[in-house]
T-cell receptor, first 114, second 110 residues
Framework: EAAVTQSPRNKVAVTGGKVTLSCNQT?????MYWYRQDTGHGLRLIHY???????EKGDIPDGYKASRPSQENFSLILELATPSQTSVYFC?????????????FGPGTRLTVL | GQQVQQSPASLVLQEGENAELQCNFSTSLNSMQWFYQRPGGSLVSLFY???GTKHSGRLTSTTVIKERRSSLHISSSQTTDSGTYLC????????????FGSGTQLTVMP
């Protein structure tokens, strides 16, 4: 069974503070993704990675950085958090070929920026 | 315009009724995935279905590439089926990025 975990599960941050969201996958997938989900906007892609050392910008990268230090770990970094970044963040991992490009999602992190 | 359109936006059923959820897309695709999400929950993959028909219990997914549509059929609905159903496609550009529809909110009444 695919396994993607996220930490923390809930986070309250102050405006201007630094926030790091972590994601770990044990699927040995090359690709990893960070999404945010907001009412009225659905799921939107922030950053993604094709493998260790790579990060790519998604559809809404402004205000976010990403880091992929290893195959298993992918972090999302908010250097200067703002209230507009209050959201639920999902990490996902996905295969890169063969018979499946299926993506598997983590449990989500609820971030509130005050 | 929107590349993935889901319908209906919301649906209310009596337990035991069947449901047909639709996903139409305006771009060529590599893959189509259906997810289920409970309120406050994560996305659970129901089907990875780039083409053809797949079955899983009371669920059936059918993707017809030429007609640019995918459907999710739920038979004999149960109250535990309530939640949001999302379709997502990976475009043919080969970037492995999913484009999500806005979802169908399903409520099954006892």
């Amino acid at each position: 069974e695919a396994a993607v975990t996220q930490s923390p599960r809930n986070k309250v941050a102050v405006t201007g503070g630094k926030v790091t969201l972590s994601c770990n996958q044990t699927n040995n997938h090359n690709n990893m993704y960070w999404y945010r989900q907001d009412t009225g906007h659905g799921l939107r892609l922030i950053h993604y990675s094709y493998g260790a050392g790579s990060t790519e910008k998604g559809d809404i990268p402004d205000g976010y950085k990403a880091s992929r230090p290893s195959q298993e770990n992918f972090s999302l970094i908010l250097e200067l958090a703002t209230p507009s970044q209050t959201s639920v963040y999902f990490c996902a991992s996905g295969g890169t070929g063969g018979s499946s490009y299926e993506q598997y999602f983590g449990p989500g992190t609820r971030l509130t920026v005050l | 315009g929107q590349q993935v359109q889901q319908s209906p936006a919301s649906l209310v059923l009596q337990e035991g009724e069947n449901a047909e959820l639709q996903c139409n897309f305006s771009t060529s695709l590599n893959s189509m995935q259906w997810f289920y999400q409970r309120p406050g929950g994560s996305l659970v993959s129901l089907f990875y279905n780039p083409s053809g028909t797949k079955h899983s219990g009371r669920l059936t997914s059918t993707t017809v590439i030429k007609e640019r549509r995918s459907s999710l059929h739920i038979s004999s609905s149960q109250t535990t089926d309530s939640g949001t159903y999302l379709c997502a496609l990976e475009g043919a550009s080969g970037s492995w990025q999913l484009i999500f529809g806005s979802g169908t909110q399903l409520t099954v009444m006892p």
